[in-house]
């Protein structure tokens, strides 16, 4: 057995049953055990992102803003996982997987909002004055012993690692085969002007990185949804089908094949799995990496800044990948092969559904929707990684930190990059073990904030409903 072979397993093994059951049954038993209040309060949370108060710094003390926090976490989560992610789940496990990564997210929402909260809680000030939080400032102040410290370090360590892979090299990778497929631009080139890009922002730290992320993720996500909608639109009559077909084999005990499914076969169980397992890697719910973020924003209250992030896995899961899964089961191009036989899958087989209604200038529209998406991942990715990199040495290495991040993503770029991704893959999966543990073991907290945060909410929407019978008068 080869070294890949072995990585392979392993990856297979930690992104197996037990851990996407750990995931999803974590984001199940928290929403059970806050009584509902995320899902209750999901509008509230979502016209709070949309106000002007979110943008600005005027409650409470933090580095950012809320609204420019949110981009930053939305900046690392929005990524290949939304276009390839979403394109390989209906492949491996059939129309069906959209509907468990949507089942998923749901639980999901709660899972991101509980471990943001606890950063924003837990969070302290670093010796330049700037916020620091994260899951492992969390297993180090709420347990107060070695077993906080432990899980801190191992959290940190991890996440460290799944920087420099998933967040760096495999995201600069996916851009430079993309853009070079499409635009036949060398995979140095791309990678040299990936490597400056980055090096310009993330040298000004998170101020730099969530003033672009802030312009970057609206303007790309609103490019990208209305790409899509078009051609969903331009395949309406098939869409009360396809969706019919999707819950049906999102449930189905017997193995479905042929017909509208072309050459792949479809079951529940491969449904559940593909679906709940490219979901989770798409929103990074339970992963606590958007927590990292999440804990520079200014705010009073974590409770607030909690329902703020909570809304990044709704727009990207339930939103973004819910309009790539419905364009790619309408237009018919699920299922096919291409010139050699082999099962279109992948970005090719998104670029395949978009051709359908946009022509040649779908393929470059998604082409362009994976480099923005891979880029801004790049970006929201390092301040994770540096954050997690500053707990574990210090501030006097982080520009080091920096500078071998935006380098590290031209070695992506420009090589072969099969055992990395596995690698990338497995410290990602290996970060929430420990978050988990810690969300599980605060659930009480979680709990009771949020239900001494309610009278607040009553407060602002009775706020909110003034203001629009003044506008009214």
Not at 303 to 311: A, D, E, K, L, S
Request: net charge positive; glycine share 10%; aromatic share 10%.
């Amino acid at each position: 057995m080869t070294f890949a072979d072995i990585i392979n397993a392993i990856d297979g093994f930690v992104w197996g049953p037990v851990m996407l059951v750990l995931l999803v049954g974590t984001g199940v038993f928290l929403t059970v055990r806050t009584g509902f209040l995320p899902w209750r309060n999901l509008g509230y949370a979502l016209k709070s992102v949309t106000s002007k108060e979110a943008r600005t710094k005027s409650r409470g003390t933090g580095d950012v803003s809320p609204f420019s926090a949110l981009m930053t976490a939305l900046a690392a989560t929005i990524g290949t996982g939304n276009i390839v992610g979403v394109a390989t789940a209906l492949v491996s496990g059939g129309p069906g997987a959209l509907i468990w990564m949507e089942i998923s997210a749901l639980f999901g929402i709660t899972s991101k909002f509980s471990e943001c909260m606890l950063a924003v809680k837990y969070r302290e000030v670093n010796e330049k004055g700037e916020m620091s939080g994260g899951p492992m400032y969390v297993m180090k102040k709420a347990f107060n012993n070695k077993f906080g410290v432990v899980l801190g370090f191992l959290f940190a360590l991890f996440a460290v690692i799944a920087s420099f892979g998933i967040g760096d090299m495999t995201q600069a990778n996916s851009i430079a085969n993309s853009v070079n497929a499409t635009f036949s631009v060398p995979h140095w080139v791309t990678g040299a002007i990936i490597t400056v890009l980055s090096l310009v922002i993330v040298i000004g730290g998170i101020k730099s990185i969530s003033k672009v992320s802030s312009v970057v993720v609206p303007v790309m996500a609103v490019f990208y949804l209305i790409a899509g909608i078009i051609v969903i639109l331009g395949h309406i009559t098939a869409v009360p089908a396809a969706i019919v077909t999707m819950f049906k084999l999102a449930f189905s005990v017997k193995a479905v094949t042929g017909g509208t499914l072309g050459t792949i076969t479809a079951s529940l169980m491969s449904a559940a799995r593909y679906g709940v397992a490219r979901g989770v890697f798409s929103n990074e719910a339970g992963m606590g990496s958007a927590a990292i973020t999440a804990a520079s924003a200014t705010t009073d209250n974590p409770v607030r800044q909690g329902y703020i992030n909570m809304t990044g896995t709704f727009f990207d899961t339930i939103v973004i990948c819910t309009v790539t899964g419905l364009a790619i089961c309408s237009s018919g191009v699920l299922g096919t092969v291409d010139a050699d036989g082999a099962l279109i899958t992948g970005s090719a087989l998104t670029i395949a559904a978009f051709k359908t209604t946009l022509g040649e200038a779908g393929g470059i529209l998604v082409t362009i929707g994976i480099a923005l998406f891979a880029f801004s991942t790049i970006i929201g990715w390092e301040y994770h990684g540096e954050k997690a990199f500053e707990y574990l040495f210090g501030m006097k290495p982080v520009m080091l930190y920096r500078i071998a991040f935006a380098l590290v993503a031209f070695v992506g770029a420009t090589q072969t990059l099969d055992v990395v991704w596995n690698i990338s893959d497995i410290f990602n999966a290996l970060m929430a073990i420990p978050n988990l543990i810690t969300m599980l073991a605060l659930s009480g907290v979680i709990a009771k904030d949020m239900k001494e945060f309610q009278p607040e909410i009553a407060l602002q929407k009775k706020a909110w409903k003034e203001e629009k019978l003044a506008k009214k008068a």
